[in-house]
């Protein structure tokens, strides 16, 4: 996972060997606008076909895939990300695997939302205890009220506790995950609404169904690869600058991850 050109470390899964950022300069105006093209609806990309409600939903995605990148590089969990629409076939599940699959290179484990507490600590914990760094609760029925006391615990617990499966004893897991929820017209509890990142999809008019949409597997294969060099070359310029800290200050609770992440969007122009 070492690139010796850039000196730029990754310990990515198999298909990233041999893997280097992009060497970028914040300074080189070229430079920048590749960066900001990634979330440009009129360049072809990952993202372009997506329908931003505004610009905050665009750059959250963008804050989104680095927050996968640098998972390891926090010491704090990271918020959940939703994503909401009003109506259905907006793309909320294929802006979801596209974030995942042009970062990881792995699809989507969609998972229900758990009927109850109970059943959603057993899910968090197996998942966790399992090694899953993304955990996706997808297709919330439309207008649910989602105020889910695990889904906070999850959001802010660094360490995770729960009951090891055929066993009478607990256990306590390390918690890497990014969480994301995709449904139509969700409300958060007031509790969990502080503690997301949201993105929300507005399509041009109330047929979205109708759009030509591309296959986004050919998408991620044709744009994913060039995407995520420019994401290491984002986060590996913002290093080799000293790793400037946001001041974003928006999350409390996730204070490392908003130093870390609002860092380096504030370092390319992105936000304060």
């Known amino acids: 996972g070492f690139n010796s050109e850039s000196g730029h470390y990754y310990d990515p899964i198999t298909s990233f060997l041999g893997f280097g950022p992009t060497i970028l300069s914040r ?70 695997s596209t974030i995942v699959g042009v970062t990881t290179k792995e699809s989507v484990g969609a998972k229900n939302m758990p009927s109850s507490d109970d059943e959603a600590n057993k ?14 609760l997808d297709n919330l029925k439309d207008g649910v009220r989602v105020d889910s006391p695990p889904l906070a615990q999850l959001s802010t617990a660094f360490h995770y506790s729960g009951r090891v499966l055929g066993h009478s004893e607990n256990a306590k897991v390390i918690n890497k995950a990014t969480v994301f929820l995709t449904g139509n017209n969700v409300i958060l509890s007031g509790e969990l609404s502080k503690r997301s990142l949201p993105i929300e999809l507005k399509p041009e008019n109330d047929r979205p169904h109708e759009r030509v949409l591309p296959n986004i597997k050919e998408v991620i294969a044709e744009h ?49």
């Not at 680095?66 to 076939?89: C, E, H, K, Q, V």
């Not at 899910?123 to 996706?136: D, P, Q, Y």
């Open 224 to 272: 994913g690869d060039d995407t995520n060099h420019l994401l290491h070359g984002m986060v590996q310029a913002w290093v080799e600058a000293g790793s400037p800290k946001g001041s974003a200050g928006l999350f409390g609770g996730f204070e490392d991850w908003d130093e870390v992440i609002s860092g380096v969007m504030e370092f390319w122009g992105f936000g304060a």
């Open 123 to 136: 899910m968090f914990f197996a998942a966790l205890r399992g090694g899953e760094n993304i955990i996706a």
């Open 27 to 96: 300074d080189n105006p070229e430079h920048k606008r590749l960066v900001h093209s990634l979330i440009d609806s009129s360049v072809a990309g990952p993202f372009q076909h997506f329908p931003w409600k505004n610009r905050a939903s665009a750059v959250n995605t963008l804050a989104t895939c680095l927050t996968i990148l640098m998972r390891n590089g926090f010491l704090s969990t990271s918020p959940i990300i939703p994503i909401t629409a009003y109506m259905p076939r907006t793309g909320k599940s294929m802006l979801m």
